[in-house]
Antibody, heavy 115, light 106 residues
């Protein structure tokens, strides 16, 4: 059974860092497009970035709002995808979802950036 | 960036009603459109891909149509469990972008 579980969310001060993990079961993260989306409280969905499958060279793309601050990576041996978030801003406060392609989503991890 | 505009932003209907709402792209996206359902407090769920293809396991009362810039989502007979916000999303160009959502209430 395909399952995605995010972890690592929490409360962090502006300017600090946080790393989210997305642990996959039922498939290998290297075989699929793995994406991160977020949803600010009471708002709509926003794409954060993705890492393409190994078959597509593992290329990584980011939304302009996070480029240069966030880094996506993965550990194929452990089937985990990561979202490293640096220089966090209050506007980064959101529930962060990892996805396999568009058909499987994790339960979400809440990140709150506040002093 | 491609802007996605959904209308209406919310609607109220009765159980058994046929419900339709739309999504308009700011430029031609062919059929590169997904529809997601997000129930309160839950992660989004893919219902329709490539504008009109029903995801496996999704009830047949859900359907999508359209191509280019204008798309329609239909629930043929609204059920209580369909209470949710529905989002369209284009994937022809980066950045991937979503519409603002249509909230369906009973």
């Amino acid at each position: 059974e395909v399952q995605l579980v995010e972890s690592g969310g929490g409360v962090v001060q502006p300017g600090r860092s946080l790393r989210l993990s997305c642990t996959a079961s039922g498939f290998s993260v290297g075989d699929y497009l793995m994406s991160w989306f977020r949803q600010a409280p009471g708002k709509g969905l926003e794409w954060v970035g993705f890492i393409r499958s190994e078959a597509y060279g593992g290329a990584i793309e980011y939304a302009a709002s996070v480029k240069g601050r966030f880094t996506i990576s993965r550990d194929d041996s452990k089937s985990i995808a990561f979202l490293q978030m640096n220089s966090l801003k209050t506007e980064d406060t959101a529930v962060y979802y990892c996805t396999r392609e568009y058909d499987y989503w994790g339960q979400g991890a809440l990140v709150t950036v506040s002093s | 960036d491609i802007q996605m505009t959904q209308s209406p932003s919310s609607l109220s209907a009765s159980v058994g009603d046929r419900v339709t709402f739309t999504c308009q792209a700011s430029q031609d996206i062919d059929t590169s459109l997904n529809w997601f359902q997000q129930q309160p407090g839950k992660a989004p769920k893919l219902l329709i891909f490539d504008a009109s293809n029903l995801e496996t396991g999704v009830p047949s009362r859900f359907s999508g149509s359209g191509s280019g810039t204008d798309f329609t989502f239909t629930i043929s007979s609204l059920q209580p469990e369909d209470i949710a916000t529905y989002y369209c999303q284009q994937y022809i160009n980066l950045p991937l972008t979503f519409g603002g959502g249509t909230k369906v209430e009973i």
